[in-house]
C-alpha cells in the first residue's frame, strides 16, 4: 500500500512519459488531450482509446487471450457546475448506450448529497441535481466503499475545514453482475488534498462471508425464529453502517491532530479533545 501512495505523484510531462513507465513497470501509457489524466497498464491487457476528452479519457480494455470486454472512463472535472455540463454530456453520449461492463471512476468535483460535505457553505442544489441527473441518464450507479465518507479536505481546521467527497467509482449494471465481488477503498490522504482510490476484484468463487455478531438475548424475543433470516438488513436498517461511521469521524480528528502538533495552543487542545 505504501508502494501504492508513493508512486501517486502528479504527471504534469508528457515528454517524461517513457521515464514514468520504467518507474512504474508498465508496458502502456495513456494520457488525455490536456495532459491532466494519466493511465498506466500492464501488458497483460489490450487498451483501445473510445473518448479522449478534456475532463475524461474513455478506454476499452481487455486481457490478452479474452473475449470479455470492460470500458473505464476516468474523470477529472472542472471545478465549476458550467463547464461539468460539458463533462455530463460527453459522458451521456456513450454510457447510455453501453452493452459491456462499464466503470466511472475519478475525482468529479462535485457531491451527491448533503451528507456528503462537512463544513463550510450550504450547498448549491443545481450542481448536485445535474450530477444525478446525468449518473441517472449514463445508467450507472455509485459503487459502495470502504474508508471515510470524505475523499477531499480544503487542509484548514477549526471553523475553516470543509470535508467532501468529491471522489468516486460507478459502475453499470452489466459491470455488478459480472464482478459482484468488486470492492472500492478510499485510501489514506498523503501528499495530496484527495484521498486515492483502489479499486479491486477478488476472483474467488468461494469467498468467505465476513462473520456476524450475534447477540445472545435476542433469541428471548417471542419473534426472534419468524426474523433470524433478515437480522442482518434489520440491523442495517437500524443503525447504519457505523463502522463507516467511525471511519469517516475519525478522518476529521486526523485534521485537529495535524493542527495540534503544529500549533500545541490550549484552544487546539480544547478543539481536539472536543471533537
Not at 105 to 123: P, Q, R, T, W
Request: proline residues 3%.
Amino acid at each position: 500500500m505504501e508502494e501504492f501512495q508513493r508512486l501517486l505523484e502528479p504527471f504534469q510531462r508528457p515528454d517524461k512519459i517513457e521515464d514514468y513507465k520504467r518507474r512504474l513497470g508498465m508496458q502502456t501509457a495513456i494520457f488525455n488531450l490536456t495532459g491532466k489524466i494519466w493511465l498506466f497498464v500492464e501488458d497483460l491487457f489490450e487498451v483501445k482509446v473510445l473518448v479522449d476528452h478534456e475532463q475524461h479519457i474513455t478506454i476499452k480494455l481487455n486481457s490478452n487471450g479474452q473475449q470479455e470486454e470492460i470500458v473505464i472512463s476516468i474523470v477529472y472535472a472542472k471545478c465549476t457546475n458550467r463547464e461539468r455540463l460539458d463533462l455530463w454530456g460527453s459522458l451521456e453520449d456513450f454510457a447510455s448506450q453501453m452493452h459491456k461492463p462499464l466503470i466511472m471512476a475519478g475525482d468529479f468535483n462535485v457531491i451527491m448529497s448533503e451528507d456528503e460535505k462537512y463544513g463550510g457553505l450550504a450547498v448549491g442544489t443545481n450542481e448536485i441535481q445535474d450530477f444525478k441527473l446525468s449518473m441517472q441518464n449514463c445508467e450507472v450507479q455509485d459503487l459502495s466503499f470502504k474508508g471515510s465518507r470524505y475523499t477531499w479536505w480544503n487542509g484548514k481546521s477549526g471553523d475553516d475545514r470543509i470535508f467532501k467527497r468529491l471522489d468516486r467509482c460507478l459502475g453499470n449494471f452489466r459491470l455488478q453482475q459480472m464482478f459482484p465481488e468488486i470492492e472500492v477503498y478510499h485510501l489514506t490522504k498523503t501528499s495530496s488534498d484527495h484521498a486515492p482510490l483502489l479499486v479491486s476484484y477478488t476472483r474467488n468463487n468461494d469467498l468467505i462471508k465476513k462473520p456476524f455478531k450475534f447477540l445472545n438475548f435476542w433469541v428471548k424475543n417471542d419473534t426472534f425464529m419468524e426474523i433470524k433470516a433478515s437480522l442482518v438488513q434489520w440491523s442495517s436498517d437500524t443503525f447504519g453502517n457505523i463502522f463507516q461511521e467511525i471511519e469517516t469521524l475519525e478522518n476529521v480528528i486526523k485534521v485537529h491532530e495535524i493542527q495540534f502538533e503544529l500549533q500545541p495552543t490550549p484552544h487546539n487542545r480544547e478543539k481536539l479533545h472536543r471533537v
